[in-house]
């Protein structure tokens, strides 16, 4: 079907770039439009848990996953559950195998640039058109007319957006909008974190952390090059980055924040708050509609958060991109359709019901880790897994 057909992909992410690996074994003419300037831009987030039905299996199919292994972070799955005074509540640093490819639980981690670079250089010279700043686009023959800024355009046969949780192309397929969750979380970053947080660093052994402590969190994990990445989540109004008031530049009153709202917190964690570099980054985090349906066109499709955006707190954002792409792939490339938009129709409706499966379980993990008894909540889960 997609013989002769050019592809566009808008969105440089993981979802996006593994679609691209997959298609272009397929010996299809796809290009990747992506707003980077270049492939050495900062990659900002935490790092990744790949998951073995979902982010594993689209790596393995796309011929990439012995890549995986050689640059995934050995021992940075492995988990701290703390309280508010960083007391250690529970910790599988001692019980969990550094490595476990196979299992079903082993969810192992990598940073998001060595992903994003891992599947950059499996696709062929020119295929990401970098510097490319999507504005709009309009139906054109049978395709799309693709409009950058800097006057620049693109025609395709075929759209597939995959440019995030705020897509500028998912208004061309559906007007159904993301709904606030209720939770915000603010964004850190430290970098040479062993000698600027020593004690953050001790507690956190390579691994992640999830502090709790009155309907407050504190995350974290190890990221590449000695970084880690940090978020306080909490639960607020839609528009608590706005109106808080604060310099989200300027760590004084980010830390005079910190210890007015996490007063009952140990003065350890101000050790974050003290030696972040800036700006922070708020997100409040919105969730699509579960019971969301569009209907399917010939020849504009979407994956990952531009789909379906959810919240964090089940690790399978990445793991669904990933995994849509897979199966995009594989329905665009099948024998079992008779058009494209059979395909594409085919694809999203698997899609839709798989993503509100687990958006609703991000949403309810979502709400057990800012309740009350989130601690006590969290220790049952991980004891039973």
Same mark, same amino acid.
């Given at each position: 079907?997609?013989?002769?057909?050019?592809?566009?992909?808008?969105?440089?992410?993981?979802?996006?770039?593994?679609?691209?690996?997959?298609?272009?074994?397929?010996?299809?003419?796809?290009?990747?439009?992506?707003?980077?300037?270049n492939?050495?831009?900062?990659?900002?987030?935490?790092?990744?848990?790949?998951?073995?039905?979902?982010?594993?299996?689209?790596?393995?199919k796309?011929?990439?996953?012995?890549?995986?292994?050689?640059?995934?972070?050995s021992?940075?799955?492995?988990?701290?559950?703390?309280?508010?005074?960083?007391?250690? !509540?529970?910790?599988?640093?001692?019980? @969990?195998? $550094? #490595? *476990?490819?196979?299992?079903?639980?082993?969810?192992?981690?990598? =940073?998001?640039?060595?992903?994003?670079k891992?599947?950059?250089?499996?696709?062929?010279?020119?295929?990401?058109?970098?510097?490319?700043?999507?504005l709009?686009?309009?139906?054109?023959?049978?395709?799309?007319l693709?409009?950058?800024?800097?006057?620049?355009?693109?025609?395709?046969?075929?759209?597939?957006?995959?440019?995030?949780?705020?897509?500028?192309?998912?208004?061309?397929?559906?007007?159904?909008?993301?709904?606030?969750?209720?939770?915000?979380?603010?964004?850190?970053?430290?970098?040479?974190a062993?000698?600027?947080?020593?004690?953050?660093?001790?507690?956190?052994?390579?691994?992640?952390?999830?502090?709790?402590?009155?309907?407050?969190?504190?995350?974290?994990?190890?990221?590449?090059?000695?970084? !880690?990445?940090?978020?306080?989540?909490? @639960?607020? $109004? #839609? *528009?608590w980055?706005?109106?808080?008031?604060?310099?989200?530049s =300027?760590?004084?009153?980010?830390l005079?924040?910190?210890?007015?709202e996490?007063?009952?917190?140990?003065?350890?964690?101000?050790?974050?708050?003290?030696?972040?570099?800036?700006?922070?980054?708020?997100?409040?985090?919105?969730?699509?509609?579960?019971?969301?349906?569009?209907?399917?066109?010939?020849?504009?499709t979407?994956?990952?958060?531009?789909?379906?955006?959810?919240?964090?707190?089940?690790g399978?954002?990445?793991?669904?991109?990933?995994?849509?792409?897979?199966?995009?792939?594989?329905?665009?490339?099948?024998?079992?359709?008779?058009?494209?938009?059979?395909?594409?129709?085919?694809?999203?409706?698997?899609?839709?019901?798989?993503?509100?499966?687990i958006?609703?379980?991000?949403?309810?993990?979502?709400?057990?880790?800012?309740?009350?008894?989130?601690? $006590?909540?969290?220790?049952?889960?991980?004891?039973?897994?």
């Amino acid at each position: 079907m997609l013989q002769n057909k050019k592809i566009a992909i808008v969105g440089g992410g993981p979802g996006g770039l593994t679609l691209a690996r997959l298609l272009q074994l397929k010996g299809v003419d796809v290009k990747v439009y992506e707003r980077d300037s270049n492939k050495n831009a900062r990659v900002q987030g935490s790092t990744l848990d790949l998951h073995e039905e979902s982010g594993l299996a689209a790596l393995s199919k796309a011929n990439l996953l012995d890549e995986f292994k050689n640059n995934y972070l050995s021992g940075a799955d492995k988990m701290v559950i703390a309280n508010e005074l960083a007391e250690i !509540i529970y910790s599988d640093h001692e019980t @969990k195998p $550094n #490595e *476990n490819f196979g299992n079903e639980h082993f969810r192992p981690e990598i =940073d998001r640039g060595v992903l994003r670079k891992i599947l950059i250089e499996s696709l062929q010279e020119e295929t990401i058109v970098w510097n490319s700043h999507f504005l709009s686009m309009v139906q054109q023959n049978d395709g799309w007319l693709l409009h950058f800024k800097e006057e620049k355009s693109a025609y395709a046969d075929i759209v597939i957006a995959a440019d995030g949780a705020n897509s500028k192309i998912r208004p061309y397929i559906t007007d159904i909008k993301p709904f606030y969750s209720g939770i915000t979380m603010l964004e850190g970053n430290i970098y040479d974190a062993e000698k600027s947080v020593p004690h953050i660093s001790n507690l956190l052994r390579g691994g992640k952390i999830m502090a709790f402590g009155n309907k407050k969190d504190i995350l974290m994990g190890q990221k590449a090059n000695c970084e !880690i990445g940090f978020y306080a989540s909490f @639960k607020t $109004n #839609e *528009n608590w980055a706005i109106n808080s008031g604060l310099d989200f530049s =300027d760590k004084t009153q980010l830390l005079d924040w910190f210890k007015k709202e996490y007063s009952e917190w140990s003065t350890i964690w101000y050790e974050l708050f003290e030696n972040a570099a800036t700006p922070f980054i708020p997100r409040p985090i919105y969730c699509m509609p579960l019971d969301q349906t569009w209907e399917s066109l010939p020849n504009l499709t979407m994956l990952g958060d531009a789909a379906h955006v959810m919240p964090p707190f089940a690790g399978e954002g990445v793991n669904m991109a990933m995994l849509d792409a897979l199966e995009l792939s594989e329905c665009l490339t099948s024998d079992n359709q008779n058009s494209i938009q059979e395909a594409i129709s085919f694809y999203e409706l698997n899609m839709q019901k798989r993503a509100a499966i687990i958006a609703q379980e991000s949403l309810e993990n979502g709400e057990r880790m800012h309740s009350e008894d989130a601690l $006590n909540t969290l220790l049952d889960f991980f004891s039973q897994h």
